[in-house]
């Protein structure tokens, strides 16, 4: 590394990698929802769902839901996927995407993905392809949409249903829709480190209406009413709903969506222009549609002589935060029980290896992303004393 890691101590506020905008509008939402006495699912969760539907188009609806893992759970389950299913899953992603397809009782089968998009392919889907398939489960990783056609294409000619992990990708677009307009399952998550929040919360967007009818009852005890009002269970449902509270945050949120995005793209795009290039450094790629979720870098520290914990705590003496997103999920020990080891998936193996997840959020300034890339660029020191950083034989990243 260009100097020790430890030969100097800064003193300073330290920048967060991430944190939610929450202004005068978000809390007297939420004081009226307080004052309004219905605090449990009711209107505002009601308008919070048509507000999303217009926003995404296509005719969808969308059903709110108090996380956007129990969205994607609850749409697996609709589906009607189950033990002896298998749900190709990338390697590389939040573990919830692959955890809730252990919850249904079915399998996850993992995929390794772009080494630049973090995405799962159509090809890379293929190479995962089993008789036990049922679904694919692409993730929008960081707010970059995933290639869609392609992998609507593999599912529709093997007869598989495509459920879009978009957690990350509220505001997003593919080509000349809004992600969630596809028609099939896509969730959402509004968890305070997303693009909007309802402090906890998800949804799902989809034009099914006997499966929007289905997933309902899914998110409450699996209760069906009648039209005069009497109760039957005829299946298991869970408790996912989402509160007033949370929806009435997510309205005053979801106006300002528009403005947080481009802030997001504006402070991503300077990252790119200040960072010095180097074969240490793998850097994300700007792509039409792009809601810029999270600025996710790689760093070989092996080559640099260091340690991903180091570094960290480089930054962090430099009043800088920084996180990992992610490890691959199939090394996991969970997983590691199904059969999977190192060496399965190279890309989203290197890429957990060497993540660094950077500052990236709308209330940065110009100046903290510059602080930022001066320490960047001073602790990966000159680029032409170093090795190159390959991702994948005959591969560069970035």
């Not at 528009?258 to 240490?280: C, G, K, M």
Request: glycine share 8%.
């Amino acid at each position: 590394m260009a100097e020790s890691m430890s030969n100097r101590h800064f003193t300073m506020d330290l920048l967060p990698f991430t944190k939610p905008t929450i202004t005068q509008d978000e809390q007297n939402a939420v004081r009226a929802v307080l004052a309004s006495g219905w605090l449990a699912s009711g209107p505002q969760t009601a308008a919070f769902e048509q507000a999303l539907a217009e926003r995404i188009g296509g005719g969808v609806r969308v059903l709110a839901f108090n996380s956007g893992t129990s969205a994607l759970e609850a749409a697996l389950l609709a589906a009607d996927i189950g033990p002896g299913d298998e749900v190709i899953v990338p390697a590389m992603s939040f573990t919830a995407s692959a955890n809730v397809v252990l919850r249904t009782g079915a399998r996850p089968r993992f995929a390794d993905v772009d080494p630049v998009s973090r995405n799962l392919t159509a090809e890379l889907a293929l190479r995962a392809l089993s008789p036990r398939t049922r679904a694919i489960m692409p993730v929008h990783f960081a707010g970059r949409p995933a290639a869609l056609d392609a992998l609507y294409e593999l599912a529709c000619a093997h007869g598989l249903t495509v459920i879009e992990d978009a957690a990350q990708a509220i505001g997003s677009r593919y080509l000349d829709r809004e992600i969630g307009a596809s028609g099939n399952p896509v969730c959402f998550s509004f968890h305070p480190n997303k693009n909007i929040t309802t402090i906890e919360g998800g949804a799902l967007a989809l034009a099914d209406q006997q499966m929007a009818r289905r997933l309902q009852r899914i998110r409450f005890h699996g209760i069906e009413k009648d039209a005069e009002g009497n109760v039957n269970v005829s299946e298991w449902g869970g408790k996912m709903n989402m509160p007033d509270v949370n929806a009435a945050l997510g309205l005053a949120q979801l106006r300002k969506l528009d403005a947080f995005n481009v802030r997001r793209a504006q402070l991503a795009r300077r990252y790119l222009a200040l960072l010095r290039p180097s074969p240490l450094l793998g850097l994300p790629k700007d792509a039409p549609g792009h809601s810029w979720h999270m600025f996710c870098i790689c760093v070989d520290f092996a080559a640099l002589g260091s340690t991903r914990a180091a570094f960290l705590c480089a930054l962090r003496e430099r009043g800088i935060a920084a996180g990992i997103h992610y490890p691959a999920i199939h090394l996991f020990g969970l997983y590691r029980r199904f059969g999977y080891a190192p060496g399965d998936f190279p890309n989203a193996e290197r890429i957990g290896e060497q993540t660094l997840t950077l500052p990236l959020f709308p209330g940065m300034t110009d100046a903290d992303v510059e602080r930022v890339c001066v320490a960047l660029n001073e602790l990966i020191g000159d680029p032409a004393a170093k090795p190159a950083l390959a991702i994948q034989p005959g591969g560069v990243y970035g």
